[in-house]
């Protein structure tokens, strides 16, 4: 069977398709593990929003009823943002829910696979996963890392998510030769605050410079994807020292009731929203828009320069 007799795109992605303009991936997790109802739906809108206003067109990938959507209708947003079956989707799980047609939404993995088979250059995200804290362990490390090692993508995002060991993280990801490009910053952001302990590998200061490395590494044949790492912006940033401190409480919990593997980031999350009485939802909500904005500037040049053959 034909790859593409799995893969159905909305008509505005189609449309974008014929016609050579930028499009920006994006992933269904957040909306249906991410965030409550209905800010999860909201806040979707939102971001594709922000991404048409820059002139891209935006591409919400989830897998449903046997097929990989590559941009979803108002109807099925609504429906993911509701659901409560919906599979959290990896590599390995792709097969299965696609053909017993069961739903599933998108990981930073998944999600970079299936904008590969669209031929969706740009994948704008929160965070990606990484090595969890303790992962020389456990080995506990996010099929994300993988991905990024073998898929060519460029995920813009706001960094590691800080529950991780972004140390080891980073390690990882040179082992692999995926380049982390800081946009205007010279500092790794961990999602929530704007920096970190450790360097990006280098700073980029324009969508222009950036879809210039990305066109190098491709032209090249350098496989994989590039991180793109965009800081949360610095009125919606949470204290470095503070996150450590309720990070370091979550952990401890999720520890005593025994949560880990793929069920460790959600409870997570969930844990530090509700030790920061909701702040750091707010926090992601802000750093998700703020990707979605660099993200389609990057899309824009890359097709721009994709379309033009040349630097």
Partial sequence: MNINSYIEYSEEVSEARKTGKAIVALESTIISHGMPYPQNVITAREVEDIIRSKGAVPATIALLNGKIKI??????????????????????????????????????????????????????????????????????????????????????????KSILDIGLTMEYLETKGVPVLGFGTGSLPAFYTRSSPFSVNYKVDSPEETADILRAKWDLGLKGGVVIANPIPSENAMDENEMNRI???????????????????????????????GKSLTANIALVKNNARVGADIAVQYAKRTVAGTF
Avoid: W
């Avoid at 031929?119 to 990606?128: A, L, N, Q, R």
């Avoid at 898929?151 to 706001?158: E, I, W």
């Avoid at 880990?260 to 920061?276: C, N, S």
């Fill in 71 to 160: 941009g979803l209708s108002h109807e099925e947003l609504e429906y993911l943002g509701q659901a409560t079956d919906v599979i959290k989707a990896s590599r390995r799980d792709i097969p299965y829910i696609l053909a017993s047609k069961r739903d599933g939404a998108t990981t930073v993995a998944a999600t970079m696979i299936c904008a590969e088979l669209a031929e969706i250059s740009v994948f704008v995200t929160g965070g990606i996963g990484g090595v969890h804290r303790n992962g020389e362990v456990t080995m506990d490390v996010s099929a994300d890392l993988e991905e990024l090692a073998s898929t060519n993508v460029a995920v813009v995002c706001a960094g590691a």
């Fill in 247 to 277: 990070i370091n409480r979550a952990l401890e919990e999720a520890d005593d009731q025994g949560i880990a593997g793929k069920d460790a980031t959600p409870f997570l999350l969930g844990k530090v929203k509700e030790l920061t009485d």
